[in-house]
């Protein structure tokens, strides 16, 4: 749970430098250990026993996709959806506005 909760804080950190920093890494950690772990289903992607990403969903809603930048264009967040689509009759998301455009659309 510590590095998914640190991996989480590093991306947003890195990808979404705009968003405003609200919660300390403490409270990061006590919410996914608190309410997403409990009650929800999270997939890791991992490399070598290092965590370069995670999916959580619940029911049909993928609530979190996170990857490492030094990930980012390598197929991670791809196989991770691919892995919550599977089980899902129908899945839904909200996402953040981008900040840069020609970003691929799946």
């Known amino acids: 749970m510590k590095a998914v909760a640190r991996l989480h804080r590093h991306v ?17 950690l006590a919410f996914f250990e608190g309410h997403v772990f409990p009650s929800s289903t999270i997939r890791l992607a991992e490399n070598e026993d290092r965590l370069i990403g995670f999916a959580v969903s619940k029911q049909d809603w ?11 264009c ?23 506005p981008g900040k840069s455009a020609g970003a691929p659309v799946l």
């Open 12 to 28: 947003r950190r890195t990808c979404l430098p705009y968003l405003p920093e609200l919660h300390t890494p403490q409270e990061d």
């Open 62 to 72: 993928l609530d979190h996709l996170y990857v490492d930048p030094t990930w980012h």
């Open 74 to 96: 390598r197929g991670v967040g791809l196989a991770l959806l691919t892995a919550v689509r599977q089980d899902a009759q129908e899945l839904n998301l909200w996402t953040f």
